[in-house]
């Protein structure tokens, strides 16, 4: 993977007027949009947040039981959101954390409240639309004790050759007894350079159900979520569906790390290149006994490319059950029909 040269990309000057009716954009806007998962009509959501290139042009939620907000605005209000501001990432990881750290254009703050069952999910979109675009974007989620959410998170660019860069930072707390599902697609683009950096947590009883899909053409994307299971009972499951045609370079995985007893992770990814290149990391670490963790990457090439599996299976003490499986060219047909017809 080539050195990404953030001088090429516009970092500042691009904000964009409120949209106050999703249903004003215009056709192309929406259809990448709706590619991303992200419907234009919020009328059957919890919440919606739309960020285009540095400004923050739609947010907001009719329902009482969580809270949507752009995260400066989050910031403002909270005195810096000391507890979870930068409390996973670490600011200088890279010259994407820094680059987010000092040079923030937006983002959401999304936070249930205690208990609360949220049955319609919150919807939020990243959109690069202006060329050359540079995104510095930090995300911060907060499931309370007891509390279910669904987030469906689109990131998308505009359509036709565009270039861009989307800088993304991800934080993830979920507390006692909650329970987040969390589904990202990405719509990107040809020449569109992607770096999200994720961290969660989840404490006692709490469950995180990750799903990402990835069908178009991008340049290149490389994240490596990492989810600390720091709760007795705490369960973590990351499904991706990806596919790397020609020019795309995908390097991608998950890193879950078990700290505590009877706590589960399991990684199921599905990969494809149709000409590309993907490299598929996964990392289940067990610290505490009993735990069980799995790993699966199935990989099939149509028409060249590469898949490079990476998992890593790490026990470091006496009665975790780790297990993995891993297989190029063996994807039955069915999944193979199914996965191309999306």
């Given at each position: 993977m080539e050195?990404v040269?953030l001088n090429?990309y516009?970092?500042?000057?691009?904000e964009?007027?409120?949209?106050?009716?999703l249903?004003?954009?215009s056709a192309?806007d929406?259809?990448q949009?709706?590619?991303?998962?992200?419907?234009?009509?919020?009328?059957?959501?919890?919440g919606t947040?739309?960020?285009v290139?540095?400004?923050n042009?739609?947010?907001g939620s009719?329902?009482?039981?969580v809270?949507?907000m752009d995260?400066k605005?989050a910031?403002e209000k909270?005195?810096?959101?000391?507890d979870?501001?930068?409390?996973?990432?670490?600011?200088d990881?890279?010259e994407?954390?820094?680059?987010?750290?000092e040079?923030?254009?937006?983002?959401y703050f999304?936070r249930t409240?205690k208990g609360?069952k949220i049955?319609?999910p919150?919807q939020?979109?990243?959109?690069l639309?202006?060329?050359?675009?540079g995104?510095?974007i930090?995300?911060?989620?907060?499931?309370?004790?007891?509390?279910?959410?669904q987030?469906?998170?689109g990131?998308?660019?505009?359509?036709g050759?565009f270039?861009?860069?989307?800088?993304?930072?991800?934080?993830?707390y979920i507390?006692?007894?909650g329970?987040l599902?969390f589904t990202?697609?990405?719509?990107?683009?040809e020449n569109v350079?992607?770096?999200?950096r994720t961290?969660?947590?989840?404490e006692?009883?709490g469950?995180?159900?990750?799903?990402?899909v990835l069908l178009?053409?991008?340049k290149?994307v490389?994240?490596?979520?990492?989810?600390?299971?720091?709760g007795?009972?705490a369960?973590?499951?990351?499904?991706?569906v990806?596919?790397a045609p020609?020019?795309?370079h995908i390097?991608?995985?998950?890193?879950?790390?078990m700290?505590?007893p009877?706590?589960?992770?399991?990684i199921i990814?599905?990969?494809i290149t149709t000409g590309?290149t993907?490299i598929?990391?996964?990392h289940?670490?067990?610290?505490?006994a009993?735990a069980?963790?799995?790993?699966?990457c199935?990989?099939?090439?149509l028409g060249g490319?590469?898949?490079?599996?990476?998992p890593?299976?790490e026990?470091?003490v006496?009665?975790?059950e780790?297990?993995h499986e891993?297989a190029?060219g063996k994807?039955?047909?069915?999944e193979?029909?199914y996965l191309?017809?999306r």
């Open positions: 050195k040269d090429l516009k970092f500042d000057g691009l964009h007027d409120a949209v106050a009716d249903s004003t954009l192309e929406k259809e949009l709706l590619m991303a998962g992200v419907d234009v009509d919020t009328d059957d959501t919890s947040f739309l960020q290139d540095h400004s042009v739609h947010c009719p329902s009482k039981d809270e949507v995260i605005k910031l909270y005195d810096g959101l000391p979870y501001y930068f409390n996973l990432v670490d600011k990881k890279d994407f954390t820094k680059s987010a750290a040079n923030l254009h937006g983002g999304v409240k609360a049955k319609a919150v939020s979109c990243l959109f639309k202006a060329e050359q675009s995104q510095n930090h995300n911060i989620v907060v499931v309370e004790e007891d509390s279910e959410l987030i469906i998170t990131c998308a660019a505009a359509h050759k270039t861009g860069a989307h800088l993304g930072i991800s934080e993830i507390k006692k007894g329970k599902t990202m697609v990405h719509n990107w683009g350079t992607v770096r999200p961290v969660g947590v989840v006692e009883g469950v995180l159900l990750n799903n990402y178009k053409k991008v290149d490389q994240s490596y979520p990492t989810i600390f299971l720091n007795e009972g369960v973590a499951r990351f499904n991706s990806l596919v020609e020019g795309s390097d991608t995985g998950t890193r879950i790390i700290n505590a009877n706590t589960r992770g399991e990814s599905r990969t590309g993907i598929s990391r996964g289940i670490q067990g610290n505490f009993p069980r963790g799995h790993l699966e199935q990989g099939l090439l490319g590469i898949i490079h599996a990476i890593e299976l026990a470091t006496e009665g975790v780790l297990s891993a190029v994807i039955a047909q069915e193979i029909e191309m017809a």
